[in-house]
């Protein structure tokens, strides 16, 4: 199969982005679209030129000429058409977070595992280049035993009133970074502490901090602020540090490696995750689902992240925002 004839379910901000991802790639098509609202649905369409469109995801799913499905509809509403995703035989592609229940996500990681299609969580750090050298400089061994880490992932106020009426900051972002510091220490997370911060009495609150205890003995700290102020003159100010017994790694990436400034300001746009290239949008999202489709071609699952450790990350990420409701440690089994 060298053409993927992808169909994208759910066409909010994300999956319009999604879109424009694959308008890039050449082995994709946008085979079909899928939104609760036809005037939303209607406007992507005519937009990226897709003729197929459905309300219903079921009615879709049973499109034998659907190769693929890209589920970007709000994380409470990933389990099922996941699940029936994966029932239909198609290949999944879920964006992050996997589920917001840990028990759905082990119900998708049962389906995905006798599936004939290939699911993978679109933890798109993953494909990050700067988070891909720390992980082969990790395994080399030259750090040593690693001792602590640290990371941040603050975004600007303005985009997030809408989102904390959906979810929150620990889940929301962190989840990043929890699932980067899993890969990249091989490591499991055994406690968790969190607290948060509330700003603008959305049904989330606008900041999140965490600190997690590793079975190794490391500890780590991750922050997410979503009320960084309106002037602020980057999309992202996004950190990991990381220390060994024998060397260390830092990690900057959106804010400031680069800057623009003009008459309206001073700006650091995107320049690793999806920034336009070339009349279409490249970085890691590309990279991403380059790999997706290329497991799909070649007939093997992905394996660069796996639903297991995905779940492990909303476990993980879960405790956290218990231990931030409840103020207790709370252990991981």
């Not at 079975?215 to 003159?233: D, F, L, Q, R």
Request: charged letters at 25%; proline letters at 5%.
């Amino acid at each position: 199969m060298e053409r993927v004839r992808f169909a994208v379910i759910g066409i909010g901000w994300f999956g319009e982005v999604h879109c424009q991802a694959f308008a890039g790639i050449p082995g994709i098509e946008i085979a079909a679209l899928c939104t609760r609202t036809k005037s939303r649905l209607e406007e992507v369409a005519q937009k990226f030129g897709v003729k197929k469109t459905f309300t219903d995801y079921n009615e879709l799913l049973k499109d034998p000429e659907i190769d693929a499905v890209s589920i970007t509809t709000m994380w409470d509403q990933h389990t099922e058409p996941t699940l029936a995703a994966l029932r239909a035989g198609k290949h999944v592609f879920l964006e992050k977070p996997m589920a917001h229940t840990v028990e759905d996500c082990r119900r998708i990681c049962e389906a995905a595992a006798s599936a004939r299609g290939n699911l993978m969580v679109g933890h798109i750090c993953r494909f990050n280049p700067r988070y891909i050298a720390a992980k082969r400089e990790i395994d080399s061994g030259r750090l040593g035993r690693i001792l602590s880490l640290s990371a941040r992932r603050n975004i600007p106020a303005a985009w997030t009133p809408e989102i904390l009426d959906k979810i929150g900051p620990i889940i929301g972002d962190t989840i990043h970074d929890t699932d980067v510091m899993l890969w990249l220490t091989g490591d499991k997370i055994v406690s968790a502490y969190a607290q948060t911060v509330d700003l603008r009495g959305r049904k989330y609150p606008d900041i999140g901090q965490t600190m997690y205890r590793f079975a190794s003995g490391a500890s780590a700290i991750v922050e997410a602020v979503w009320c960084m102020p309106e002037k602020t003159p980057f999309d992202i100010d996004e950190r990991m540090s990381i220390i060994g017994s024998d060397g260390f790694i830092h990690i900057q990436d959106t804010f400031p490696n680069f800057g623009i400034c003009n008459a309206d300001g001073f700006r650091s746009p995107d320049t690793t995750y999806w920034p336009e290239m070339n009349g279409s949008l490249g970085g890691a999202l590309r990279e991403e689902f380059l790999y997706f489709i290329r497991c799909i071609n070649e007939g093997r699952r992905p394996d660069v992240i796996t639903p297991e450790e995905s779940m492990a990350a909303v476990r993980t990420t879960l405790a956290a925002e218990e231990s931030a409701a409840t103020g207790k440690v709370i252990t991981l089994d």
